[in-house]
């Protein structure tokens, strides 16, 4: 398993935006889709998006889609989640995860094998 660590939470006003980095270590981050999930508080942790291994390719939820971009670096080993137009709703603990399956990007969490320890978005109205 990959090791990955978040940064660049914090804490905004609605309408604001926010980079969410995430850092692998151990393995390339090049041999897995890249995937990002939240998990408000008192609620299941949900996908946001994920990118495929060549980077050509991403999904996104519905309530993400057009206001989120995700992003990979392998050179640097890295995944980035470019958040803007937030929203109170975004608030949560957000979680860079990776699937070493091949085949199409996976929106389902229990397919990710690798986490990191998460990073705290809170958007206030």
């Known amino acids: 398993q990959v090791r990955l660590m978040e940064s660049g939470g914090g804490s905004v006003q609605a309408g604001g935006s926010l980079r969410l980095s995430c850092a692998a270590f151990?393995?390339?981050?090049?041999?897995?889709?890249a995937g990002w999930f939240r998990q408000a508080s008192g609620k299941e942790r949900e996908f946001v998006a994920a990118?495929?291994?060549?980077?050509?390719?991403?999904v996104y939820a519905d309530s993400v889609k057009g206001r989120f971009t995700i992003s990979r670096d392998d050179a640097k080993n890295m995944a980035y989640l470019q958040m803007g137009s937030l929203k109170p709703e975004d608030t949560a603990v957000h979680y860079c995860?990776?699937?070493?399956?091949?085949?199409?990007?996976?929106?389902?969490?229990?397919?990710?094998?690798?986490w990191g320890q998460g990073t705290q978005v809170t958007v206030s109205s």
């Open positions: 151990g393995r390339s981050l090049s041999l897995y889709v």
């Open positions: 990118i495929s291994r060549s980077g050509s390719s991403t």
């Open positions: 995860a990776a699937d070493p399956r091949l085949g199409r990007i996976s929106n389902l969490k229990y397919e990710y094998d690798s």
